[in-house]
């Protein structure tokens, strides 16, 4: 399917189907695809006269997308690779992974060299590049808890830069990388803190502060759970590793198996007034005070809530097992997975006042 452009270490593949890039499996296809294994395949291409000025798509493991049509802007599909221990401080072990490295294996791989940390983390899908994108969590550990610093590139410039955590604006599944550029900037990428970095920036790789001093990170429900279980009051890094695959692969579909995109809503938060008024209607309504006073609502219980546990539009489905995970039960379109995303949201606005916020980018 490829055909060489003017530069001839750059292979420039037109039309590329791109169900087996997303975890969703939606068909759709890529106009043009170019694949980036280091930050030198960026600069060819921003000096290649056709594609150089051309809109770009960065895609790294295709996890967190829904691809609403075929895809026009250039994809730059991010294929750079590499795992290391860069340094050991006093405190931390910093390592590193290239971008396109799959982030489940990284997990496993760091815990294999005894550098635990990432074990609440395991078996997200999805590549090391997308993870800081929208600062991956689960079981009570985000990725800006064990992050260090990335480095990226400029896709105006192909200036190479670095930033740490301050400076990628990580919140709840967020940061620097989900929000454009504010009108009234300018500059260069480095100089993020004026500038959203959305479409701007690939991400290159990023390491990680692994705590020497390894403490079990619990008190998260489903593994109290496990503990309870099993008898165990100090689990080893391997343990907790282990009952977190075994609680995502009973609660969450197997992307290899069912398309999907993990949970397609963002838990939302809202005021101790507004959560007061949702107990009185509904007293079971599952919540998490936070300690600013604002209240975190499980958004998968509200769309379970409102009946729609194994309905389908089309073949884009909600999940048998988990509400808040739209699945694709086999050809799957963009339309029929966002017209089931705006069904949802409807009946959860009409009856509790809330509007749920998707989690994955509609490309
Ligand atoms: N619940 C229901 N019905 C449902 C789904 C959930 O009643 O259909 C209730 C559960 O019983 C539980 C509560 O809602 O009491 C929360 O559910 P769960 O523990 O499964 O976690 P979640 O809030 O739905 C979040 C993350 C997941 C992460 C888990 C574990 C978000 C948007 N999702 O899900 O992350 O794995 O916690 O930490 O924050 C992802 O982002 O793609 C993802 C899978």
């Known amino acids: ?95 590193e992974a290239g971008a396109g490295e799959n982030w489940h294996d990284f997990v496993t791989w760091t815990l294999a060299q005894g550098y635990p940390g990432l074990e609440n983390m395991a078996l997200i899908p999805g590549t090391v590049g997308a993870a800081p994108v929208q600062n991956v969590g689960a079981y009570g550990v985000e990725l800006q808890d064990r992050f260090e610093s990335l480095d990226a590139v400029d896709l105006h410039t192909g200036q190479v830069f670095t930033l740490n955590a301050a400076q990628c604006a990580f919140g709840y599944r967020d940061s620097v990388f989900k929000h454009g550029a504010t009108a009234s900037t300018g500059g260069a990428a480095g100089d993020h803190q004026a500038l959203g970095l959305k479409g701007r920036a690939l991400i290159l790789r990023v390491r990680f502060a692994l705590p020497k001093a390894w403490k079990a990170v619990l008190g998260y429900a489903d593994i109290d759970k496990k503990m309870a279980e099993q008898g165990c009051t100090e689990p080893t890094a391997q343990q907790l590793y282990g009952w977190v695959c075994d609680i995502r692969r009973a609660k969450l579909p197997d992307p290899q198996v069912i398309g999907n995109a993990g949970s397609f809503f963002k838990n939302p938060t809202v005021t101790a007034d507004q959560c007061a008024d949702i107990i009185a209607r509904d007293p079971k309504v599952v919540h998490y005070r936070l300690a600013d006073g604002s209240v975190k609502l499980a958004a998968g219980w509200l769309i379970d809530s409102c009946g729609w ?14 509400a808040l995970v739209l699945v694709n039960r086999g050809g799957a379109t963009g339309g029929e997975v966002m017209t089931l ?6 009946s959860v606005y009409e009856r509790f006042g809330i509007l749920l916020e998707p989690e994955p980018v509609v490309v």
Not at 68 to 81: F, R
Not at 310 to 322: C, D, P, T
């Open 1 to 95: 399917m490829g055909a060489q452009c003017d530069n001839p270490a750059m292979l420039v593949e037109k039309n590329v189907p791109l169900q087996a890039f997303n975890t969703f499996h939606i068909v759709a296809k890529a106009h043009t695809l170019v694949r980036i294994s280091s930050e030198a395949d960026v600069q060819d291409l921003l000096a290649d006269p056709g594609l150089g000025s051309a809109d770009k798509f960065v895609l790294g493991g295709g996890s967190n997308i829904v691809l609403a049509g075929d895809v026009k802007p250039v994809v730059l599909k991010v294929e750079v690779t590499g795992r290391r221990l860069v340094q050991e401080t006093a405190k931390h072990f910093i390592v």
């Open 341 to 346: 995303a705006k069904a949802i949201q409807t």
């Open 309 to 322: 546990k194994g309905k389908s539009v089309g073949q884009a489905g909600v999940y048998e097992k988990q």
